[in-house]
């Protein structure tokens, strides 16, 4: 195996294996990851197109339309017509979502605290590890998500 290789499958099995713990978490609200960091992106922007929801997103890749219909059949968040594009549709939380917030900030702030400890055992900085993934996603959908995410320009 390559060292090129072998980081892509470290890569990809840190992601596997995080979102397996995440998902554990989760279970007792009734959450995937996924729906979990739609929830959450809808509570930080507020109302979104899903064009905008799905820009944001790290966990899906093209239109998130699948994932949003089952979250609007459960109730979490609401999907209108857009006032300003006929074809377009506005998704916010729903109250069943709003009411899921604070819980779901409290499991998430004790998950990414495990993870900041869990950093510390790093051979560098969280900084470097930092800037070295993102280098490593600079370009992508998943990369301009997580920039949009922080606050850091428009796709």
Excluded: W
């Amino acid at each position: 195996m390559t060292p090129a290789e072998e980081l892509r499958y470290l890569v990809l099995a840190l992601q596997r294996e995080g979102n397996r713990q995440l998902a554990d978490v989760l279970r007792p609200l009734g959450l995937t990851p996924s729906q979990a960091e739609v929830l959450q992106v809808l509570d930080q922007f507020g109302e979104l197109t899903l064009l905008e929801l799905g820009e944001r997103l790290v966990c899906e890749t093209g239109s998130p339309s699948r994932l949003v219909n089952g979250m609007v059949q459960a109730g979490t968040i609401s999907k209108t017509p857009s006032p300003l594009d006929g074809r377009a549709v506005t998704l916010a939380l729903a109250p069943k979502g709003q009411a899921l917030m604070p819980q779901l900030n409290a499991i998430e702030d004790a998950y990414n605290e495990m993870v900041a400890q869990q950093a510390k055992h790093l051979p560098v900085s969280m900084d470097v590890a930092l800037e070295i993934l993102h280098t490593l996603v600079e370009g992508t959908a998943a990369g301009r998500a997580v920039k949009l995410r922080k606050g850091e320009g428009e796709v």
